[in-house]
Antibody, heavy 124, light 105 residues
Framework: QITLKESGPTLVKPTQTLTLTCTFS??????????VGWIRQPPGKALEWLAL???????RYSPSLKNRLTITKDTSENQVVLTMTNLDPVDTATYYC????????????????WGQGTLVTVSS | DIQMTQSPSTLSASVGDRVAITCRAS??????VAWYQQKPGKAPKLLIY???SLEDGIPSRFSGSGSGTEFTLTISSLQPDDFATYHC???????FGQGTKVEIK
């Protein structure tokens, strides 16, 4: 059974750096085609895709946030870390990580398992 | 960057109604679209992938169609558990639509 869980600070001050960790189980991020993504959702607003890391360490970022984001993986620890710099109150949101299956193996292009999300508030 | 324009933003309907939600992509993306259902305080749930493939465990009243730039999620007979917000996502560069809230009429 695949599970994911986000962890990190709940309150961050403006201009600070946010580090979020996604700890997962039930799959390996070294398996061909597999990826883990980060998505956020400000209160009452739409989902926004942030970043995606693949089994081969290929990394993709939202063009609008690319300069502020870094995504890394620790395959042995089953973790993916997202770092976002220069936080602003508009970055207040629930942050989710999600599993991206191998499309060639499953035919599935979608995030099929999600963490519960973690609310991050940016405020002084 | 590919944009997804989702409509309507809110949809009022009754149990038993047939409802349709549309997403339009800013450029052709083949069948690379997923649809999700989200309830308040919960993570999104994958319903449809590759525009028309039903995720395991999802009731058959949900269906997806379309290709290129126009995509539709249809619920054939709305059930009480279906009142939620629905999101489309394109899988060329992973952007989401703005969401559609399906509420009780």
């Amino acid at each position: 059974q695949i599970t994911l869980k986000e962890s990190g600070p709940t309150l961050v001050k403006p201009t600070q750096t946010l580090t979020l960790t996604c700890t997962f189980s039930g799959f390996s991020l070294s398996a061909t085609g597999v990826g883990v993504g980060w998505i956020r959702q400000p209160p009452g607003k739409a989902l926004e895709w942030l970043a995606l890391i693949f089994w081969d360490d290929d990394k993709r970022y939202s063009p609008s946030l690319k300069n502020r984001l870094t995504i890394t993986k620790d395959t042995s620890e089953n973790q993916v870390v997202l770092t976002m710099t220069n936080l602003d109150p508009v970055d207040t949101a629930t942050y989710y990580c999600a599993h991206r299956p191998s499309i060639s193996a499953s035919g599935k292009a979608g995030f099929d398992y999600w963490g519960q999300g973690t609310l991050v508030t940016v405020s002084s | 960057d590919i944009q997804m324009t989702q409509s309507p933003s809110t949809l009022s309907a009754s149990v038993g109604d047939r409802v349709a939600i549309t997403c339009r992509a800013s450029q052709s993306i083949g069948s690379w679209v997923a649809w999700y259902q989200q309830k308040p305080g919960k993570a999104p749930k994958l319903l449809i992938y590759m525009a028309s493939s039903l995720e395991d465990g999802i009731p058959s009243r949900f269906s997806g169609s379309g290709s290129g730039t126009e995509f539709t999620l249809t619920i054939s007979s709305l059930q009480p558990d279906d009142f939620a917000t629905y999101h489309c996502q394109q899988w060329h560069s992973w952007t989401f639509g703005q969401g559609t809230k399906v509420e009780i009429k």
